[in-house]
């Protein structure tokens, strides 16, 4: 069946350009464009229900949305659609991601091989006495090293965005290790192949929460570095310092 895509794949691609304008030139919604309507719809509705009930308390103020309504009266202030749009970014980057790493983590710890990992974490959660609403401090939860070992771990294995991220060379151009790159090139790295060195990660394909754990802090400097879990630079996400967090 493989020729038969291959040997139809321009006819295909055609079809389905075409599927795209008629959909925006008729209004008519498939099912990706209606969750993306979903989603909209869920941002401007949560962004005019946080501005009637909580936009002038001190806990909305810490909100993500507090903080944009802030810039109201000043030079920077964003329209209502501007900051239901950053408040939709935020639901679609943060939700699905989360999901996909809880749903490997939690079949990680699940595999019979893990067994040991599984018994390590749950004595680390039972240690910690909890409030009678159930739920511990950001502080405590911060304080346990196998969680955040393990919370690596699935990131390094399972990394939600694995693919490659490109970007493109400055027009100056740009020698890296050795390699010189003329400007305009389209050059780009992916978590799934740094997160597998096994110079920098022995046993690469192993689910093992130790290999973060009372380690040298030479070794501890590389990981970090090929850890790229959240890609880095200027762009890296800024779930980044929620991770755990949003994990428990």
């Known amino acids: 069946m493989m020729y038969r895509w291959i040997y139809f794949r321009p006819l295909m691609e055609f079809i389905s350009s075409l599927k795209s304008i008629s ?6 919604k498939t099912p990706h464009h209606a969750r993306g309507a979903r ?13 009637s009930t909580e936009k002038d308390t001190e806990e909305g103020k810490l909100h993500t949305a507090g903080k944009l309504f802030s810039y109201e ?3 920077f ?20 991601t ?3 790493t809880l749903c490997f983590t939690m079949w990680s710890l699940s595999r019979p091989e893990y067994a040991d990992v599984q018994e390590k974490l749950h004595c680390e959660l039972t240690s910690v006495e909890y ?32 693919m490659t991220l490109f ?35 022995p046993n690469p394909e192993e689910f093992r929460p130790e290999r973060w754990l009372n380690v ?7 990981m970090q570095r090929q850890f790229w879990a959240f890609s880095s630079g200027a762009r890296s996400c800024i779930g980044q310092k929620y991770r755990s967090k949003r994990k428990m």
């Open 39 to 51: 989603v909209r719809d869920y941002g401007w509705n949560s962004v005019q229900s946080f501005k």
């Open 98 to 100: 989360t999901g996909d």
């Open 23 to 28: 959909s925006i030139i008729f209004r008519s």
């Open 131 to 162: 409030p009678s609403d159930g739920v511990p401090s950001i502080q405590k939860i911060d304080s346990l090293p196998y969680l955040d070992a393990v919370i690596k771990e699935a990131l390094r294995l399972f990394a939600a965005i694995p």
């Open 73 to 75: 009266h000043s030079e």
């Open 167 to 201: 970007r493109q060379v400055p027009t100056e151009g740009k020698v890296i290790h050795g390699y010189s790159l003329p400007g305009g090139t389209i050059v780009g790295s992916q978590a799934y192949s740094l997160h597998r060195n096994e110079d920098i990660y």
């Open 216 to 222: 040298d802090k030479e070794t501890e400097l590389q």
């Open 77 to 96: 202030a964003l329209r209502e659609t501007q900051i239901a749009s950053e408040c939709m970014d935020h639901l679609v980057a943060g939700v699905d």
